[in-house]
Every structure is written in structure tokens, then in C-alpha cells.
């Protein structure tokens, strides 16, 4: 979902936008789709449309004034990655070890 009438660029996964606390989920039906961060991004720098992509990847085209970035507002806070697994009683050692290294990093 994209506010204003500027073309979006796409990648395929579902997305949130909010503004003013109110969340809203949809889809994205750019004309151009694309998964990867850098296609992102230097799609964004040749005026394609708009990239939603982390801002601690574009920080050297904002201060050089390659790319703008679009109102606070709809610019939702990275509350971190989560983790699901199935809810067993017994894991593999593995897959403990990996749990227990990034509840702990």
C-alpha cells in the first residue's frame, strides 16, 4: 500500500504501512517486481518509483541527495526479527544451540 500517486516498486512479500499508529496491511501491484535489496534500491535511485527498504542501506544516497525519503509518519520503526518454530518438547541440539546463540546475542 503506497500513499500519493507515485508508482511502487514491488518485491514479492506482504508489507506494513502505518501512519498516526494505524496500521494497514495490502498488497503491492507495482509494475515492477523486484526481491533483492540492491535491484531495490538502484531501481529507487533512477526514479522507478518507491523502495521500501531498511534505511541503514541507503545512508551514503541520502546525504549525497540520490534518494529522498518519504514522511516519518509512514516510515514504521525495524522492531527486530522474530523467530517461530514448531511448538515440540524436543528440539534438535542444533536447533537449541541456534535459539539459545540469538536469544542471547
Same mark, same amino acid.
Given at each position: 500500500?503506497?500513499?500519493?500517486?507515485?508508482?511502487?516498486?514491488?518485491?514479492?512479500?506482504?508489507?506494513?504501512?502505518?501512519?498516526?499508529?494505524?496500521?494497514?496491511?495490502?498488497?503491492?501491484?507495482?509494475?515492477?517486481?523486484?526481491?533483492?535489496?540492491?535491484?531495490?534500491?538502484? @531501481?529507487?535511485?533512477?526514479?522507478?518509483?518507491?523502495?521500501?527498504?531498511?534505511?541503514?542501506?541507503?545512508?551514503?544516497?541520502?546525504?549525497?541527495?540520490?534518494?529522498?525519503?518519504?514522511?516519518?509518519?509512514?516510515?514504521?520503526?525495524?522492531?527486530?526479527?522474530?523467530?517461530?518454530?514448531?511448538?515440540?518438547?524436543?528440539?534438535?541440539? @542444533?536447533?537449541?544451540?541456534?535459539?539459545?546463540?540469538?536469544?542471547?546475542?
Amino acid at each position: 500500500m503506497v500513499v500519493a500517486r507515485e508508482r511502487s516498486l514491488g518485491y514479492l512479500s506482504r508489507r506494513s504501512v502505518t501512519r498516526c499508529a494505524i496500521w494497514k496491511r495490502g498488497r503491492v501491484d507495482g509494475q515492477l517486481i523486484l526481491n533483492s535489496l540492491p535491484q531495490r534500491i538502484d @531501481a529507487a535511485e533512477n526514479g522507478l518509483g518507491l523502495a521500501y527498504v531498511p534505511e541503514d542501506s541507503i545512508f551514503d544516497a541520502l546525504a549525497e541527495g540520490r534518494l529522498v525519503r518519504v514522511p516519518e509518519a509512514w516510515c514504521p520503526a525495524f522492531t527486530g526479527y522474530h523467530l517461530f518454530y514448531p511448538s515440540r518438547r524436543q528440539h534438535t541440539t @542444533a536447533f537449541a544451540f541456534l535459539i539459545a546463540a540469538l536469544r542471547h546475542s
